[in-house]
């Protein structure tokens, strides 16, 4: 009897009650993909390269990214422009071995390169996910990442 | 240990040690494994105190003292790692940085630099420098502070922390003026001075040294990180002197060639050609399958079908013509285990002793047993020249030579205060350092060397019996004929006579001019004359140099038509047997080829259509050849005669040894593997060997014992005797008057050097050293063209004017395929002549 009014009379109307209510609520599903969601800061998708305000690439092909990254999924050439400066001549990042660590990012002394926002690069060939120089300059996003913020200040105390 | 007196004890971080008098506190803690960081410091210079990071703290003294400018003292008590010490290293180091750029990531020593690794290791994290950082510009328009000061070296002078240790080495060590330190504090840099470079041969060391980034070279530069490649240890594949060398790879590629330090030979220090060298091997256009010729063709082939043909071929000469029939050269630049298995497959295969591999020699006496090789079997080693209080360097041009014994030499004289005489036909940059540089008359040596014998003998100088005797034999017999002839004052002769006699312990070097002479044995029976008139035998070392890496080896292992009885002794003890046909030299192997009684020839690694001292003769005698079968690196004049054409595999390809000047044989690792399809030479000779059915080895194991066996020296000692010398004028042909010399360019000894890019970067072209005076009297300039022609041949060559020929002499290079100056050469003449015209419109 007392179960009989536990569940029936009191928990039943009390589910449909919490459905009812949602009713009224706005939806929390998005309509991917023609909606999408705001990442958070430290999102760690598609990687992207910087530039310096007159245009020429951060990155000096020093390496560091290539040591600190555990799935070894970074190859680069270094060479050197016409200035005498170095540069990457080949910069290549095999997105299907990278597990999105983001140590890259923070062992590029140059702040060249960043893991974006972005996620939506499925492709059905395997040699596309071998992403070059020139694809990752190319997505760099106009918006400055807040990311930087984070990465200068963890520098400053360490 | 107290009891010895020149013993001192001291107390290092609580340890007790005993070290010489006269030791640092540096190398007195690093011999008992305490590390004191360094940067200015080098084992091989002066101590010079100028970066004080090596610190220590010595009780009773006021201040922190530097270890490596300080000498131990009885009962000193040393702390390496006391918290002042930790302090002081720590400002020596934020000093350093205060205007040090933040460069690492660019910087190529990232990842080996000593600053680098201290500033990690001593956490100078912060900077407390406020101002704006000192920076060396270039120039104004460029962000980049790079200056090039050689044609490999670039200086970035903001990374410099003035250790100087470039600067003295290129002084002290290498003799070179062209390297400084300019202005004063903030804004010294190191610099040449205006308008010159360091192209000295010795160039790429001061970038090797130096602790920091500041000097770089540019075939590591920009390449890749230290931490992604990998270190072989290998052995310098080009003059006989056998520098040790660490090469740096990556996967199919070498990066870089440092020296790899062994005190007994090259004390840390390599020339360029040795660490540019490795570009030989990286050259694009290798030959990497073989090739058959097909009419006027040469195309593409399997390893099966060219051995396969040669095999048949060699068979077929074998069977109808004899083995003799068969000629066979190999270059002494590869290594032990093919000249072992060539010889051995003449020998055994072949029934031929038809086995050369002295490509560049003119016509040499064809007899075992002779009195050069008497001397080339004397004991000689590179450390024991800077024990002599007196050397004589014979008919060398050492540095261009032997690099690496030039440094000993020098540092004998520099430091150790040796004297040194040097007779060259013209002026050397040894001898620049010499007490008395006699510069003979081209082809006088053995007169100028019995004038010498002469005035030990008139001056009772000597304690030689025969000496009387032995004077009837020399012709000249007066000192002042021999002076005549030589063009040496008698004054000089004698007094060069006295030094030999007054001091105790003598080197005597002799070099290329000498061994690739035809009057060799005349030459040597003087040097003998010599040796035994002054005691040099027994006081002493005589060092007759060999030329190629392995040139020694080669001798030893008996690739050579003429052998001792002890060689064929040794030679019937590992095989067996031993043909019993006389063989052929080379040059003899040419002329036969020319009386069509030599059917073919086999060559591996020797570009003889350059090499040979007479282009006219050789090329008739390769192209009267049925059969040519060639094996190289690259295409070359010779492989394009041929008619099958091998790849072969480089030094940094396979394991194997080289056996240098002093007999000392050094194994070295494959860095890389075979390029293409090419192999080693010993792998392409013994799969021919198969196709007779008689293989020369299963593994190469088997063929250790057999080259070691033959690399024994020989226990049995020399006995010398006197000798006739008797100095013959040649006859010339007053048409042709400028005698000419042909030898090795400074940075391109060795073949091949020309694909190394940074070699060709220092010259990339042959050209005509003339004498300033022979210049004005032609009027022409550096760079004029002018045509060289001979009795044989002519050629057009730039002019050079030289500071180092002041006689009638003009010098040009070998080893520059445009230019083949061999075309000038005659093999029977022992000096060659010419005469020269200026080319109209230059
Ligand atoms: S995110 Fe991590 S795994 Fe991916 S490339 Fe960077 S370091 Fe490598
Ligand atoms: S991305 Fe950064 S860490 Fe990687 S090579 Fe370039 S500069 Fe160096
Ligand atoms: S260039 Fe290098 S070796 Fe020369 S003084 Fe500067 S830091 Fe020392
Ligand atoms: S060429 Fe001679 S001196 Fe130069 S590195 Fe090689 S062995 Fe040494
Ligand atoms: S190493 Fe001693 S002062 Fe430089």
């Known amino acids: ?158 | 240990m107290s009891d010895d007196s020149n013993n001192i004890n001291l107390t290092i971080d609580g340890q007790q040690v005993s070290v010489p008098r006269g030791t640092t506190v540096l190398e007195a803690a690093r011999s008992i494994r305490i590390d004191i960081p360094t940067f200015c410091w080098h084992p091989k210079l002066k101590p010079a105190g100028s970066c004080r990071i090596c610190y220590v703290e010595i009780e009773k003294a006021r201040t922190l003292m530097v270890s490596c400018a300080t000498d131990v003292a009885p009962d000193m008590v040393v702390h390496t790692a006391s918290e002042k010490v930790l302090q002081g290293r720590k400002a020596v180091l934020e000093f350093m940085l205060m205007n040090h750029p933040l460069d690492c990531p660019t910087c190529d020593k990232g990842g080996e630099c000593d600053l680098q690794n201290l500033t990690f290791k001593h956490g100078v994290d912060d900077s407390r420098f406020d101002f704006k950082k000192y920076r060396h510009i270039r120039d104004k328009n460029s962000t980049f502070d790079d200056l090039r000061i050689g044609s490999e070296i670039i200086r970035n002078q903001n990374r410099c922390i003035l250790c100087y240790k470039c600067v003295r080495a290129n002084k002290d060590i290498f003799g070179e003026q062209d390297l400084g330190a300019y202005q004063r504090g903030n804004i010294t840099e190191i610099n040449t001075p205006p308008g010159e470079q360091v192209d000295s041969l010795y160039s790429g060391n001061l970038v090797e040294i130096c602790p920091v980034g500041a000097l770089t070279n540019t075939d590591w530069r920009y390449k890749i990180r230290v931490w992604n490649t990998q270190t072989v240890d290998s052995v310098c594949s080009y003059c006989a002197d056998g520098c040790n060398l660490t090469l740096w790879k990556d996967k199919q590629k070498i990066y870089r060639a440092t020296s790899r330090r062994n005190d007994n030979i090259d004390e840390g220090w390599i020339c360029d050609v040795g660490r540019y060298g490795y570009q030989v091997p990286m050259a694009e256009d290798r030959l990497t399958t073989p090739l058959i010729k097909k009419g006027d063709s040469q195309v593409p082939a399997t390893w099966e079908e060219a051995l396969g043909l040669i095999s048949e071929k060699f068979k077929k000469i074998k069977d109808e013509r004899g083995g003799v029939c068969i000629g066979g050269l190999i270059s002494p630049n590869l290594d032990s285990l093919s000249l072992h298995t060539f010889s051995k497959f003449f020998r055994m295969v072949l029934n031929s002793n038809n086995v050369d591999f002295r490509a560049g020699y003119k016509m040499l006496p064809e007899k075992a047993d002779d009195l050069y090789s008497k001397l080339t079997s004397l004991p000689f080693k590179i450390s024991d020249i800077e024990k002599s209080d007196l050397i004589l360097v014979l008919d060398s041009d050492l540095t261009k030579e032997h690099p690496i014994v030039n440094l000993r030499v020098r540092k004998a004289v520099t430091q150790k205060n040796a004297s040194l005489f040097a007779l060259n036909p013209i002026t050397t940059q040894t001898g620049g350092i010499a007490t008395d540089e006699m510069v003979y008359n081209i082809g006088t040596l053995h007169a100028l060397l019995n004038g010498l014998c002469i005035s030990l003998i008139d001056q009772n100088l000597t304690q030689y019996e025969n000496a009387r005797d032995l004077k009837n034999k020399l012709s000249p017999n007066t000192i002042e004929e021999a002076s005549r002839i030589s063009g040496i004052d008698v004054a000089r002769i004698n007094s060069l006579a006295k030094a030999i006699t007054e001091v105790k312990n003598i080197s005597l070097i002799a070099g290329e001019l000498l061994t690739s002479s035809i009057n060799r044995e005349q030459l040597s029976g003087a040097i003998i004359n010599l040796c035994l008139l002054a005691g040099i035998f027994d006081k002493g070392q005589v060092g007759v140099l060999s030329q190629a890496a392995n040139s020694k080896g080669a001798e030893k292992l008996a690739v050579m038509p003429h052998l001792s009885e002890r060689s064929i002794l040794k030679i019937k003890q590992i095989w067996d047997k031993y043909p019993d046909n006389d063989g052929l030299a080379l040059d003899q192997m040419i002329r036969s080829s020319i009386k069509e009684e030599l059917d073919s020839m086999f060559i591996i690694g020797s570009n003889l259509m350059l090499e040979y001292p007479d282009g006219a003769v050789v090329k008739e005698g390769l192209e009267k050849l049925d059969f040519l079968v060639v094996a190289d690196i690259c295409e070359t004049e010779t492989t394009q005669i041929a008619d099958v054409v091998l790849p072969l595999s480089t030094w940094v390809e396979y394991d194997s040894s080289f056996v240098n000047l002093e007999s000392v044989e050094q194994k070295f690792k494959a860095a890389i593997k075979p390029v293409g399809f090419s192999l080693p030479a010993y792998q392409i000779i013994n799969k021919i060997a198969q196709g007779f059915k008689t293989p020369l080895f299963e593994t190469i194991d088997e063929l250790i014992p057999e080259i070691k066996t033959l690399l024994q020296p020989d226990d049995s000692q020399n006995s010398f005797e006197n000798c006739a010398i008797e100095y013959i004028e040649e006859k010339q042909n007053p048409e042709f008057e400028i005698p000419l010399l042909i030898t090795n360019e400074l940075h391109h000894f060795g073949y091949f050097t020309e694909k190394s890019n940074s070699l060709s970067n220092f010259c990339s072209e042959a050209f005509l050293e003339i004498s300033p005076g022979l210049a004005e009297k032609l009027d022409v300039k550096n760079g004029s063209i002018i045509r060289v022609e001979s009795e044989v041949g002519k050629i057009n060559l730039p002019v050079k004017i030289s500071e180092y020929i002041d006689n009638d002499v003009v010098r040009a290079y070998r080893n520059f395929s445009a230019s083949p100056v061999n075309i000038l050469q005659m093999r029977k003449r022992n000096i060659d002549r010419v005469k020269l015209t200026v080319v109209e419109g230059t």
């Open chain 1, 1 to 158: 009897m007392f179960d009989f009014v536990k569940t029936v009379l009191i928990a039943l109307p009390k589910g449909f009650y919490t459905t009812f209510k949602h009713l009224f609520k706005k939806p929390v599903t998005l309509q991917y993909p023609k909606e999408k969601m705001p990442m958070a800061p430290r999102y760690r998708g598609l990687h992207y390269l910087e530039k310096y305000e007159d245009g020429s690439e951060r990155c000096v092909c020093c390496g560091l990214c290539a040591s600190a990254c555990p799935a070894d999924a970074i190859y680069m050439e270094p060479a050197e422009n016409e200035k005498g400066e170095r540069y990457s001549e080949v910069y290549e990042i095999n997105l299907l071995r990278c597990i999105y660590c983001g140590f890259c990012e923070e062992a590029c002394p140059e702040e060249a390169i960043f893991l974006g926002h972005e996620y939506e690069f499925s492709n059905d060939s395997r040699d596309a996910f071998i992403y070059t120089k020139g694809q990752m300059l190319a997505n760099r996003p106009t918006k400055e990442k807040p990311f930087k913020k984070i990465i200068r200040k963890v520098r400053r105390i360490f």
